[in-house]
C-alpha cells in the first residue's frame, strides 16, 4: 500500500494519479473530506493505496471533485456523496 499527497499546483497531474488510482482499486475503504487547518483535505483509501488532496477552499474542493467525477470509471456516487456532503459541512475556510 502506498501512501501519495498531490498538491494542487499540479491539479490535472493529480486528477489523472487520483482517477487512475480509484479506477484501479478493487476496493474502496475511505472517500471522505475533512478540514486540516485552514485547508481542505479529501482522503481516499483504496485496497492499494492511501491518497491526500489539499486545497485552501471548499470551492475548490468542489471544483476538483466535479472533475473528479468525469474521469472515472466507477465510484461515481461515492463522489456525488461527498459532493452532497461538503454542501453541510462548516469549514473555517
Not at 20 to 29: A, T
Not at 44 to 60: F, G, L, P, R
Request: charged share 30%; aromatic share 8%.
Amino acid at each position: 500500500m502506498t501512501n501519495e499527497i498531490f498538491m494542487v499546483n499540479k491539479k490535472d497531474k493529480s486528477l489523472n494519479n487520483i482517477s487512475s488510482v480509484l479506477n484501479d482499486c478493487h476496493m474502496l475503504l475511505d472517500f471522505s473530506v475533512s478540514e486540516k487547518g485552514s485547508r481542505v483535505a479529501m482522503n481516499i483509501a483504496t485496497d492499494s493505496a492511501n491518497v491526500e488532496y489539499v486545497v485552501s477552499s471548499k470551492k475548490e474542493m468542489t471544483n476538483f471533485l466535479i472533475e473528479l467525477k468525469e474521469r472515472v470509471n466507477y465510484n461515481k456516487e461515492d463522489i456525488e456523496s461527498v459532493l452532497e456532503e461538503i454542501e453541510y459541512l462548516e469549514f473555517a475556510v
